[in-house]
Nanobody, 126 residues
Framework: QVLLVESGGGLVQAGGSLRLSCAAS????????MAWFRRAPGKERECVAA????????YYSDSVKGRFTISRDNAKNTVSLQLNSLKPEDTAVYYC???????????????????WGQGTQVTVSS
């Protein structure tokens, strides 16, 4: 059974920072593409960052590029997202996702990902 467990969300003032972590189990983590998505109230789910097994050339959405950093530790089966210079519009539930070995959809599309965490709330106050 694949399990993804996020942690690290919370309430922070605009301009502040948070670090989200996702612990994965039950999958071949080192060969999985891992991603962070978010869903804000009234908005569609958005892929904010994704990272391949080799951690080369991570994907970032335009809305977070230069502020967020995704990283992974294949020895610990964890993927993290460092959120800096946070803005009120970053307020959302953030989800960790892992793809299936046979996935072929583009890296930023939800349909690529077979496994999802329960989500962690990030709230940025102005």
């Amino acid at each position: 059974q694949v399990l993804l467990v996020e942690s690290g969300g919370g309430l922070v003032q605009a301009g502040g920072s948070l670090r989200l972590s996702c612990a994965a189990s039950g999958l071949t983590f080192s060969s999985s593409v891992m991603a962070w998505f978010r869903r804000a109230p009234g908005k569609e789910r958005e892929c904010v960052a994704a990272i391949s097994w080799s951690a080369g050339s991570p994907y970032y959405s335009d809305s977070v590029k230069g502020r967020f950093t995704i990283s992974r530790d294949n020895a610990k089966n964890t993927v993290s997202l460092q959120l800096n210079s946070l803005k009120p519009e970053d307020t959302a539930v953030y989800y960790c996702a892992a793809d299936h070995p046979s996935a072929s959809a583009p890296i930023a599309t939800p349909r690529r990902y077979a496994y999802w965490g329960q989500g962690t709330q990030v709230t940025v106050s102005s």
